[in-house]
């Protein structure tokens, strides 16, 4: 096992052990979070981060794995909420089979907060207090606007074709990041995305999904990769190197800002790469204690992110002072 999976499973197994307990004797409350799935790095600071939060502020702290099981997240959801806690926190596998949340927390009068990924339904309606979340329609305009910069570096006007591995099929930044690509590449008829695979979010599919592409689009038939987020082109970048497709190195897109990612921008494997802090506890809990303060909260709330690039010396500087921010908070994403 790589040292990433020793920390991710040693950070997993420690989150576990006080998954089920009280942070405090006589807390301010308590909060249940429902967690999409521990399958990388991401999660497992997501998930942190967000016990950290609400323990400091004096809750008591509940949470579930659904282990990328939309039908297990919804089980988890119910067990969760038949604890009766002051606050539902949910960040989902998926968009549809996630559609009872909003209802089930209505029923319980139990106030809720959805972070990361949006669910279907208006946030700031009934016990829905707000989502916390990132901008990934945002996130696709900015890799498109990129991607569009590149291509037609190459060719002295915008034309090419790509491939896209995407995440999860269904999930809410997939359908927002996809909504962003399309907002700019349709403005330019020649750009085209001409095959995609559902990655997953996970380094071994995606390198499974850039080998199928690879097989079906031959050298000169595509000028590069989208992947929607690093540990895939991690795992693109494995399959490019296995089937000799060296010519798309520097021609992969990625998202999320991990130290592995942003040093293939420095050893010029990827070219661009769009931050996705996995911070949401933070947040939700400055959120949820307006609301009850009774002060009025936005519906829809973004956290900040940053793009990554290697065009230029500037650009190169920033993303090795990043490098070294992660590596000092001992973390490896985002």
Not at 116 to 132: F, M, N, Q, Y
Not at 203 to 218: I, M, N, P, Y
Not at 289 to 302: H, L, S, T
Not at 311 to 332: C, N
Request: glycine share 10%; proline share 4%; hydrophobic share 40%.
């Amino acid at each position: 096992m790589s040292k990433i999976g020793l920390s991710i499973a040693a950070a997993v197994s420690a989150l576990a052990l006080t998954s089920g307990t009280a942070a405090f004797a006589e807390g301010k409350g308590l909060v249940a979070f429902s967690q999409a799935d521990m399958a990388n790095e991401w999660r497992v600071m997501n998930t942190k981060e967000m016990e950290q939060a609400f323990k400091e502020a004096g809750y008591d702290f509940v949470w579930a794995n659904a282990n990328a099981d939309p039908a297990k997240q919804l089980a988890d959801i119910e067990d969760l909420l038949s604890r009766k806690p002051d606050l539902l926190v949910v960040a989902p596998i998926e968009f549809e089979p996630l559609a009872p949340v909003p209802r089930l927390a209505e029923e319980a009068d139990t106030d809720l907060i959805v972070v990361d990924r949006a669910l279907p339904g208006e946030p700031g309606t009934g016990k829905w207090i707000s989502l916390v979340t990132i901008d990934f329609v945002d996130t696709g305009v900015r890799v498109a606007e990129d991607a569009v910069e590149q291509l037609t570096e190459k060719y002295g006007e915008p034309k090419g074709k790509l491939l896209h591995v995407t995440g999860n099929t269904g999930a809410s930044p997939v359908i927002d990041e996809q909504t962003g690509l399309d907002q700019v590449f349709d403005q330019y008829e020649n750009i085209e995305i001409v095959g995609t695979c559902d990655g997953r979010y996970a380094r071994e599919t995606g390198r499974s999904c850039t080998e199928d592409l690879l097989q079906a689009f031959s050298k000169g038939d595509v000028d590069g990769i989208i992947f929607d987020n690093d540990d895939m082109m991690m795992g693109g970048l494995s399959a490019i190197s296995s089937q000799g497709r060296d010519e798309l190195r520097g021609w992969l897109w990625g998202k999320d800002g991990t130290v592995e990612g942003l040093q293939a921008v420095l050893d010029g494997d990827m070219t661009f790469t769009v931050q996705t802090p996995p911070f949401f506890g933070g947040k939700a809990l400055e959120v949820w204690e307006a609301a009850k303060a009774g002060n009025d909260v936005a519906p829809v709330q973004y956290v900040d992110k940053e793009s990554f690039d290697n065009d230029t010396d500037a650009q190169m500087k920033r993303v090795e002072e990043r490098i070294e921010e992660l590596k000092a908070l001992g973390v490896g994403c985002c």
